[in-house]
């Protein structure tokens, strides 16, 4: 099973922020947090990934807790083409929960 | 970013016959390479984790003799589906990881599809 577990759905308004949680408690101190996005017949892709300080890239930010239990994918101004699955994965581990369905409404 | 291709993009095959799926790191050195596959409307299911010039190893469930897995060099992994039969159609997508777990990515995947 995988070890992160996320929200089945999410929704936002478009140009509104989004906060996408993840747990991970079992996460150990060398695991990077990936986050990647899906959609439908593609393959995933990178967002963002940290290991224990938070990030920021041109496409979103992650806020990494002080324990590392856990996490937060934060897309500053939602857009129609940010509607995805969103995934945060472990880097030791690698198996996909079911991640986040965001749907952004115009 | 990096680039990781598969080929085909898509297959159909006969039941019965074999498949050769090919994964590649373009720009860069894949000491590790994933293999999953996503039934519909659900996530990627991990099926195997090959190191460059090991044997692959399987997720519980995944049967070795079915999916063969080979990954002679840095730069290409293939993923063999032998004998198919119609449940293995399956999106089958591979992920390419550098010397450093911060170098990760996918390919875009190839669509199976056995008659």
């Known amino acids: 099973d995988a070890k992160t577990t996320q929200p089945n759905s999410m929704e936002s308004n478009e140009e509104e922020p989004v906060h996408l949680p993840c747990n991970h408690s079992?996460?150990?101190?060398?695991?990077?947090i990936h986050w990647y996005r899906q959609l439908p017949s593609q393959g995933p892709e990178y967002v963002i990934h940290g290991l224990t300080s938070n990030v920021n890239n041109r496409m979103a930010s992650l806020a990494i807790a002080e324990d590392k239990k856990s996490s937060t994918l934060i897309l500053h101004r939602a857009t129609l083409r940010d509607a995805a699955v969103y995934y945060c994965i472990l880097s030791n581990d690698m198996r996909f929960g079911a991640g986040t369905r965001l749907t952004v409404k115009p | 970013g990096a680039v990781v291709s598969q080929h085909p993009s898509r297959v159909i095959c006969k039941s019965g016959t074999s498949v050769k799926i090919e994964c590649r790191s373009l720009d860069f050195q894949a000491t590790t390479m994933f293999w999953y596959r996503q039934f519909p409307k659900q996530s990627l299911m991990l099926m195997a984790t090959?190191?460059?010039?090991?044997?692959?190893?399987?997720e519980q469930g995944v049967e070795k003799d079915k999916f063969l897995i080979n990954h002679a060099s840095l730069t290409l992994s293939t993923l063999t589906v032998t004998s198919a039969h119609p449940e293995d159609s399956s999106f089958y997508i591979c992920s390419a990881r550098g010397d450093s777990p911060v170098e990760q990515y996918f390919g875009p995947g190839t669509r199976l599809t056995v008659t």
């Open positions: 090959s190191n460059e010039g090991s044997k692959a190893t399987y």
């Open positions: 079992t996460i150990s101190g060398t695991d990077y």
